[in-house]
Each structure stands twice: as structure tokens, then as C-alpha cells.
């Protein structure tokens, strides 16, 4: 049967009538998490200069009916590996808290859960295409209840980025990241770079050096976390479209999966608000690629994901960036492909 997905139109009231009718009239998907149990709420604040993130007092709402039920939630993420405040739990917390993401606005504690520096990664097998083990936060192997609050953004690499990458990136140790980034391996084309030396200022594997009057990556250093793809304002960092987004959004795809079979009872909200082009790592204050909608919720990720990702697109595909990205498409098979989930969805307006 196809996974129902339950949708808050936004109205002029803002994001809090929003999600309290959402959870008012979809109450019955956090209805299965019962009292005293640990509830981990994923989701990210995002890098220094993003302001489309999920604000905290609609993360508090999610508490607040978690805590009225007699649940014990937490809010929690992960070290990332860009550069910036979010590569160790220090700066991590520091910069949540200068967002508000403080325990008295959240209602919660909020937790980096793969330790101060990110080394809390344990090996968890599994038997994918690509993937034969991943590597997550102990946490996630003892987890039980888990609920992912995720800000819908384009992605350089993915197009959209929806729940299956706020699990799959978000709940992996910064090992398990590195590895799934691990199929990028981008180049510097010669013929268009200026020598500006963005890409290796913001480089985190000081894998870019300048020699003889030419930008080189060395392939055997880099993380292929595709900032230097970011930096570059002449598109001269380039990468195989087709072949490296579509590995890395299988092993995102293989990932999710493998991280949410470690966990029983789990629902997907996915926030259609503030959208950009990039992803909250990336996008500061830029401009809106379309209008907001509202939230969606279900019990299945890939049809959260789906149901999202056909609102927002229509017909036009906001998301390809003029058709160069076709990724996302193939990440919504192959995820289907692997029994992630299913884009099927019944769609119910509330
Ligand atoms: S950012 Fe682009 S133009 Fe600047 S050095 Fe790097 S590749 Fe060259
Ligand atoms: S070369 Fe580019 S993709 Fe590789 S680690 Fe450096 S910034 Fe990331």
C-alpha cells in the first residue's frame, strides 16, 4: 500500500500555525513514541551565514508534543568535514547556540553526537552495490526513536536534498561522510582558471596547490567534498555529472538505508521554507528559488522526499540547474531500487 504523506498548506499565519496544524491533525505518527523513551530529533543549524534553517521555535513545537507524550527528546547532528564552525563539537554548540539552538528555547538539550572532534565512528556491515560498511556515530546503533526535521534545499551534487541526505550525511561520522563523498574526484580545467586561489583557500584537505602558473588538485589527497566546486565562480573545478553525482547519490541512498534499519520507529518532516539553490552548508542569505509551501510528513522517507520534491517541481524542475543535474532523479529509483523507502505516496492535504 502506498505510505501516506500528510501535508500543512503555509498560510499568512507563518510556520508555527503551520506545523501545530500539522501536528495537531497528523499526531498520530508521533503517537508511537511512547513514554520515557529517548527520542532523537536530527537536524541542522546550518553553516555561520545560512538563515533558511528551521528556526528553533518550531523545533520547540516538535519537543513540546514529544514531552507531553512523556518522551525524553534530544536534538542532535553531526561534525561535518568543511571547513567552518561545525568541523568539532565546540564551535559546532558555540554556533548553535548563537542561532538560539539553546536547551531553554529548544525545550531539549542539544547534543553533537559523534563526539568533540568527530571520532565516535563505529563500523556497522551492510551489503550494498557500493557499500558494505558504514560508518556512524555509536548513537545510531542504540537509538530507537528518531525523528528528522529536514530544510528542503537545491545540492550541488544531489539537485535536492531532502530527508534521505539529512540521514545519510547527517547521521554518518565524519568517516562515513568522507566516504561517501569518496567517488567525487574533481579537476581543475586550466584553459578557465584565473588563478584566484579561492578553491584552495577553502579547501579542508590542502589538496589545491598552484605550480608553474596552473591549479592542480592531487586526487589522492582530496575528501571530494566539493566545495572547491562551490568557490569557483568560472566553473573551472569540474567533475563527471553524469558518473560521480550519480555514485555519490547511490552511496547516500545505501547509507540512509543502512542507518535507518538500525532504528525501529521513525517519521520524516520535511519543511518546503526559505528554499535556495545550495544546501544550508552553503547558501548564506541568497535568494529564494521558489516560493514556500509548507511541511510534510510521513513514516517513509522516500515518499516524504517524493512528495515534496513533485510539489516543488511541477513543471519545471527547479532543482537541475537547467537540466545539467539529473542525479536526484536517479537517487529516487535506485533509493526505491534498495527498499530505502517508497516514492509512491498517498498525498493528504490537512
Ligand atoms: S577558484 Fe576557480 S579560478 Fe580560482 S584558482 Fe580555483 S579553479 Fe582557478
Ligand atoms: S579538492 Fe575540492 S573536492 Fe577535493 S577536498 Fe579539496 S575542496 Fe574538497
Known sequence: MEPEVYFSRIKKSGG???????????GGLLSRFKKG??????????????TGYIKPGLVRLVVERLREQGARPFVFDTNVIYKGRRQNAVDHLNLAYSKG???????????????????DSQAVKVDFNNIHEIKVPSLVKVLEDLVVLTHITGHIMSGFAGSLKNVAMGMASRAGKQIQH?????AISTKQCAL?????????????????????????????C?????????????????????????????????????IRRKVFLNFAMDITQECDCISGDDPRITEDRGIFASEDIMAVDKACFDMLTGTKDIFSRGGRITAHLHQFEYARQIGLGNPDYRLVEL
Open 16 to 26: 508555527r500555525q503551520c506545523l501545530s496544524a500539522l501536528l495537531d491533525r497528523a
Open 37 to 50: 523513551s529517548f527520542v532523537g530529533i536530527k537536524m541542522t543549524v546550518g553553516d555561520e551565514k545560512s
Open 101 to 119: 539552538f539553546t536547551p531553554d528555547k529548544l525545550g531539549c538539550p542539544y547534543i553533537i553526537a559523534d563526539s568533540v572532534f568527530g571520532t
Open 226 to 262: 566539493c566545495e572547491c566546486i562551490s568557490a569557483c565562480k568560472l566553473d573551472a573545478v569540474k567533475i563527471n555529472w553524469k558518473e560521480d553525482a550519480n555514485i555519490f547519490v547511490e552511496r547516500m541512498a545505501e547509507y540512509a538505508c543502512g542507518i535507518l534499519s538500525q
Open 196 to 224: 584566484c586561489g579561492l578553491c584552495m583557500e577553502i579547501c579542508p584537505a590542502s589538496a589545491i596547490s598552484e605550480a608553474s602558473g596552473k591549479v592542480f588538485i592531487n586526487s589522492n589527497r582530496c575528501i571530494g
Open 182 to 186: 569518496s567517488s567525487l574526484k574533481p
